[in-house]
């Protein structure tokens, strides 16, 4: 399928790049026009199974696809800034900024395809989809997807059964940010394998949790669907305990969908979770 390799320049000087595609048919059974999807940690805009077979449906739906890099990126990258070159990838990149990384790409999308937009994020980027629009009023999209966000939360990870590697991990990336070695790149285990610098982890996974989306959610004024796999807790302390905090929290916009034998990456459970998404984004255009 012939795709458009594409590039945006963020507000905030830093040149990302993207794929769009646009619908063989023009007739739109959904109530956006395009959809941009946001990888999640250490991923980039063409490796994902995951979003080639979720970007397939959007097409037959009439929807275009937009999948794009943030500033996080793969592992490591080196950004093209207008300040010059820039570290920059999973490793060191600050969550907040992804801000301005959606912001640049939500108005590429508007302008190549219709005012109609909206978001699909899996893991970090359905995070980083969340935090952009609770936290840049700016921001306009008509529909949200976020595809098993991890609950970042320090003090739940320090009760979970992890809870003391987690914390000696975040321990040795505080004392080496006050020891003024913050860049110093750590290879952690908990929340996930990655390596990290230690301002990162600190900054990611702090007690402050700033990118805990459960307090968050409330400001996202669009509808949400967010999804989670039924078995994906069994494997990472994120996802523990999230299905039910998110009931309890009774979001006017949000609906929550578990999707069964579906783990992180919804290996065994495309079919469902695909079927879901039409069926929620079709009852949304009735």
Request: charged share 20%.
């Given at each position: ?26 007739t ?54 207008s ?119 600190v ?45 309890e ?6 609906t ?31």
């Open positions: 399928m012939l795709v458009d390799l594409v590039q945006t320049t963020t507000r905030d000087g830093v040149r990302l790049d993207g794929m769009l595609q646009t619908p063989a048919q023009s739109r059974t959904w109530p956006v026009d395009g959809l941009c999807f946001v990888h999640g940690t250490g991923g980039n805009f063409y490796a994902s199974s995951l979003f080639d077979a979720i970007g397939e449906r959007c097409l037959q739906r009439g929807c275009a696809v937009l999948r794009v890099n943030t500033r996080g990126h793969d592992g490591i990258s080196n950004a093209v800034t300040k010059g070159g820039r570290r920059l990838g999973a490793a060191y990149e600050i969550v907040d900024d992804c801000r301005h990384d959606l912001a640049a790409w939500i108005d590429f999308l508007k302008e190549r395809v219709g005012p109609r937009v909206g978001l699909v994020g899996h893991s970090l980027g359905a995070v980083k989809s969340l935090y952009a629009l609770a936290h840049d009023t700016s921001l306009h999209v008509e529909r949200v997807i976020a595809i098993s966000p991890p609950r970042l939360s320090y003090a739940w990870f320090c009760e979970s059964p992890e809870g003391q590697q987690f914390l000696g991990t975040y321990q040795r990336a505080e004392a080496l940010v006050e020891a003024g070695q913050p860049t110093t790149l750590m290879d952690v285990q908990l929340p996930l394998p990655i390596a990290i610098t230690a301002a990162g982890y900054e990611k996974y702090g007690p402050d949790e700033r990118y805990n989306y459960l307090p968050f959610m409330r400001s996202v004024r669009v509808p949400t669907l967010l999804t989670l796999g039924a078995i994906e807790a069994e494997h990472n302390m994120a996802f523990r305990g999230a299905a039910e905090m998110l009931r929290s009774q979001h006017r916009t949000l929550l969908a578990t999707i069964a034998d579906a783990d992180h990456f919804y290996s065994k459970a495309r079919p469902a979770l695909i079927a879901r998404l039409d069926e929620w984004l079709t009852e949304a255009d009735a």
